[in-house]
């Protein structure tokens, strides 16, 4: 049982922009931001619609479908047909899908440490990690919470989609401790075209754009000539060169090799 609270028209809205609109089947995934600051929804659509970091001239409204506070209450901000301005322009960890149009946006209020992102506290507390997995676990239709039925199953979105901003170019976002429990969640790609399933797999892709990855080539042992060229490859495609085998990683090496 988690609070719930319909803020679609209560929330500030802008007085003429709208957000484009989209069908539900195609929202494919979920994505988990942190405010990096408050844990008041009505403040942060306040900011959202006014002058901002993100437009000059403010946006349609929140940028989040739901906002969730610390003590567990989720605020619907946004119908899911909303194609809010969430996760930017990097590119997506899914191969072929849209940052924006192809995922749903969830916030949790708080202030998170994360990469390049020391001050706050470590992580998110129980009751706020407990109503995002209520919420996406009722969303993908894993299970029923009491929550509106306006809030359909988001069929075939699997309940694995779920990931953090960190994944589509954002490091500090959703803070390290979320970051990681996300990381897990989706750690088996879920799209339906190529993967890098093991080791030689990562380093066959990398020997095909003539990376260097160490006289025993694709062996299957993850060294550091592996690690150092997936570093490389990261660079040039403008990703945090961690020498991280994540999903968008792997999305733009597929895209690389076409």
């Not at 942190?34 to 002058?51: F, I, K, L, M, S």
Request: proline residues 7%.
């Amino acid at each position: 049982m988690i609070s719930f609270w319909d803020g679609r028209t209560t929330l500030a809205r802008h007085s003429s922009k709208r957000f484009e609109l989209r069908t539900l089947p195609e929202i494919q995934g979920g994505v988990v931001h942190q405010t990096a600051g408050g844990d008041n929804p009505e403040a942060t659509a306040r900011y959202h619609v006014g002058p901002n970091h993100v437009s000059a001239t403010g946006c349609p409204g929140m940028l989040y479908h739901f906002f969730i506070q610390q003590d567990g209450q989720v605020w619907w901000a946004n119908d899911l047909e909303r194609v809010t301005w969430s996760q930017g322009g990097r590119g997506s960890p899914v191969l072929g899908l849209d940052p924006n149009r192809n995922f749903l946006s969830i916030v949790l209020g708080g202030n998170f440490v994360g990469p390049g992102h020391p001050t706050g506290t470590s992580g998110p507390p129980f009751a706020q990690v407990h109503a995002l997995f209520v919420l996406w676990g009722h969303l993908t239709g894993v299970n029923k919470a009491d929550l509106p039925a306006a809030l359909f199953d988001l069929a075939p979105c699997p309940a694995e989609a779920l990931y953090g901003h960190h994944n589509f170019g954002k490091p500090a976002c959703p803070g390290r401790a979320l970051s990681y429990l996300l990381d897990g969640i989706h750690s088996h790609p879920h799209d339906t075209g190529a993967t890098l399933s093991s080791i030689r797999d990562w380093q066959k892709a990398l020997l095909g754009l003539g990376m260097v990855i160490g006289a025993a080539g694709a062996d299957g042992v993850w060294g550091p000539a592996s690690s150092r060229a997936l570093q490389s490859f990261q660079d040039s495609e403008g990703l945090e060169p961690d020498g991280l085998r994540g999903p968008r990683t792997m999305a733009a090496l597929l895209a690389a090799l076409g």
